[in-house]
């Protein structure tokens, strides 16, 4: 079964950092494009990043470049987004997401991971 | 900065009923590059059609894409009890290279 799996979220002060990690099993991991997509509370999905299979290509929406960075592991199977300079408008269900080799449309999601920017 | 905007914000109907759905880009999508998706509460969100017009596996036949250029369109023929939920319209682009549309939210009349 294919599968992904967010850890790493948390509740952290504005100004703070956080890592967020994405086990990928059940899939040749190191041939997929790999996204992060967030969903603020009560509101409606919002791109983040994006990773190429190889980490060749990276990009950002406008709200995070510059304080985050994607990154992954092939032979971990895992998707990273490190988070810095957080505010609180950055709190939210982080996903990863996985971009189908066939199409461009992500056909795999994990569950999510909550990060919440508070004093 | 491609902006996707979804029409209606709500749209409320009933089962079995025809649900037409509109998204409009702010600039010209390569038809491979628009998805949407469904999300109900509590769950991720769940591709449905890919390259404008194509169904995700396990996507009933009820569910059809159309549309061009900046103005695309997802229509449910015939709606089910489990339809009812919030659908967003995605695109690939240039930097950035990701955009979503708002959501249009599908709720029982």
């Known amino acids: 079964e294919v599968q992904l799996v967010e850890s790493g979220g948390g509740l952290v002060k504005p100004g703070g950092s956080l890592r967020l990690s994405c086990a990928a099993s059940?899939?040749?991991?190191?041939?997929?494009?790999m996204n992060w997509v967030r969903q603020a509370p009560g509101k409606g999905l919002e791109w983040v990043s994006l990773i190429t299979s190889s980490s060749t290509y990276k990009d950002y929406a406008d709200s995070v470049r510059g304080r985050f960075t994607i990154s992954r592991d092939n032979a971990r199977n895992s998707l990273y987004l490190q988070m810095n300079s957080l505010r609180a408008d950055d709190t939210a269900l982080y996903y990863c997401?996985?971009?189908?080799?066939?199409?461009?449309?992500?056909?795999?999601w994990g569950q999510g991971t909550t990060v919440t920017v508070s004093s | 900065e491609i902006v996707l905007t979804q029409s209606p914000g709500t749209l409320s109907l009933s089962p079995g009923e025809r649900a037409t759905l509109s998204c409009r880009a702010s600039q010209s999508v390569s038809n491979s590059y628009l998805a949407w998706y469904q999300q109900k509460p509590g769950q991720a969100p769940r591709l449905l059609i890919y390259?404008?017009?194509s169904r995700a596996t396990g996507i009933p036949d009820r569910f059809s894409g159309s549309g061009s250029g900046t103005d695309f369109t997802l229509t449910i023929s015939r709606l089910e009890p489990e339809d009812f939920a919030v659908y967003y319209c995605q695109q690939y682009g240039d930097s950035p290279v990701c955009t979503f549309g708002q959501g249009t939210k599908l709720e029982i009349k």
């Open positions: 390259g404008a017009s």
């Open positions: 997401a996985r971009v189908s080799s066939a199409f461009y449309g992500m056909d795999v």
């Open positions: 059940g899939l040749t991991f190191s041939t997929y494009t």
